[in-house]
């Protein structure tokens, strides 16, 4: 099993920021250095949807067109944890925001990871 938890979210104000956390653990988890990672989030009534995504090795990183400019994901092997820094929040990024793990990167991708985290809330007041 794997556990991804998230942590980080909270109340902010329009224009402010927040920087999540996704911790990876567990007793059959290989390498964290070996899985493509990713954020994604789910507004009330909305389906979820891809914010961003990061291979398993240092490359390319993928953006929503939501986040881009604004958002900047990043990974921590060493501390097996995945970061999403949210700056010039909108009250339209209010939503739970959850990480997922796979080793293949198209499966990050299309939203089909076979490691979730149970999420974190975001709310962002006007």
């Known amino acids: 099993q794997v556990q991804l938890v998230e942590s980080g979210g909270g109340l902010v104000q329009a224009g402010g920021s927040l920087r999540l956390s996704c911790a990876a653990s567990?007793?059959?988890?290989?390498?964290?250095?070996?899985?493509?990672m990713g954020w994604f989030r789910q507004a009330p009534g909305k389906e979820r949807e891809f914010v961003a995504a990061?291979?398993?090795?240092?490359?390319?990183?993928w953006y929503a067109d939501s986040a881009k400019g604004r958002f900047t994901i990043s990974r921590d092997n060493a501390k097996n944890t995945l970061l999403l820094q949210m700056n010039s929040l909108k009250p339209e990024d209010t939503a739970v925001y959850y990480c997922?793990?796979?080793?293949?990167?198209?499966?990050?991708?299309?939203?089909?990871?076979?490691?979730w985290g149970q999420g974190t809330q975001v709310t962002v007041s006007s």
């Open positions: 997922a793990a796979d080793q293949l990167f198209q499966r990050v991708r299309r939203q089909v990871a076979d490691y």
């Open positions: 990061i291979p398993s090795s240092s490359g390319v990183t």
């Open positions: 567990g007793r059959t988890f290989s390498t964290f250095s070996n899985y493509a």
